[in-house]
T-cell receptor
Framework: DTGVSQNPRHKITKRGQNVTFRCDPISEHNRLYWYRQTLGQGPEFLTYFQNEAQLEKSRLLSDRFSAERPKGSFSTLEIQRTEQGDSAMYLC????????????FGSGTRLTVV | SQELEQSPQSLIVQEGKNLTINCTSSKTLYGLYWYKQKYGEGLIFLMMLQKGGEEKSHEKITAKLDEKKQQSSLHITASQPSHAGIYLCGADEGGSNYKLTFGKGTLLTVNP
């Protein structure tokens, strides 16, 4: 297992377009998290899944954002009608509930909305 | 909500020097994580602390959580250029065990 994988690494899109990011967690991890990080700031929690259930969504996640984890494995984060303010690094992390091993982060997807 | 303040915001040291980064919380820390981030990349897990007074070391990096569980420090001994990057502290918000709140990070530059 090579860790948490995110694709694409970079995405440039025009304002108003839809974008989708993918995250493949560590295979035995049942929890998956999405965070957003802007320049000079720490990551901010967006949402998390335990298996296929989305258990919490931050108020940062507007109606234009949707995340899924259909089979409890990989996850997708979609942003509809992108705005310039959506430009950020989107980070995915995974963990095994109760293991005490912490969260493993992926390398992120950097979104630029022009 | 929990807020984490890191100090200093940035730090420039000469190779071989020791340094300390601090992370102070507005609330009790139930789980405190230290991560390192290279610019434009993901977060690399360094250490996790949970108990008051706990101290962990890995190679030349030592992290401590104070007895009151409101402050943590990260100490690097004999710094090397490979230590350069952004150091982030994160806390399990309210003991949630699923949501991390992060500080803004400390940018470390190590000059050879």
């Amino acid at each position: 297992d090579t860790g948490v994988s995110q694709n694409p690494r970079h995405k440039i899109t025009k304002r108003g377009q839809n974008v989708t990011f993918r995250c493949d967690p560590i295979s035995e991890h049942n929890r998956l998290y999405w965070y957003r990080q802007t320049l000079g700031q720490g990551p901010e929690f967006l949402t998390y899944f335990q298996n296929e259930a989305q258990l919490e969504k931050s108020r940062l996640l507007s109606d234009r954002f949707s995340a899924e984890r259909p089979k409890g494995s990989f996850s997708t984060l979609e942003i509809q009608r992108t705005e310039q303010g959506d430009s950020a690094m989107y980070l995915c992390a995974s963990s095994l509930a109760g293991s005490g091993d912490g969260y493993t982060f992926g390398s992120g997807t950097r979104l630029t909305v022009v | 909500s929990q807020e984490l303040e890191q100090s200093p915001q940035s730090l420039i040291v000469q190779e071989g020097k020791n340094l300390t980064i601090n992370c102070t919380s507005s609330k009790t820390l139930y789980g405190l994580y230290w991560y390192k981030q290279k610019y434009g990349e993901g977060l690399i897990f360094l250490m996790m602390l949970q108990k008051g007074g706990e101290e962990k070391s890995h190679e030349k990096i030592t992290a401590k959580l104070d007895e009151k569980k409101q402050q943590s420090s990260l100490h690097i001994t004999a710094s090397q250029p490979s230590h350069a990057g952004i150091y982030l502290c994160g806390a399990d918000e309210g003991g949630s065990n699923y949501k991390l709140t992060f500080g803004k990070g400390t940018l470390l530059t190590v000059n050879p």
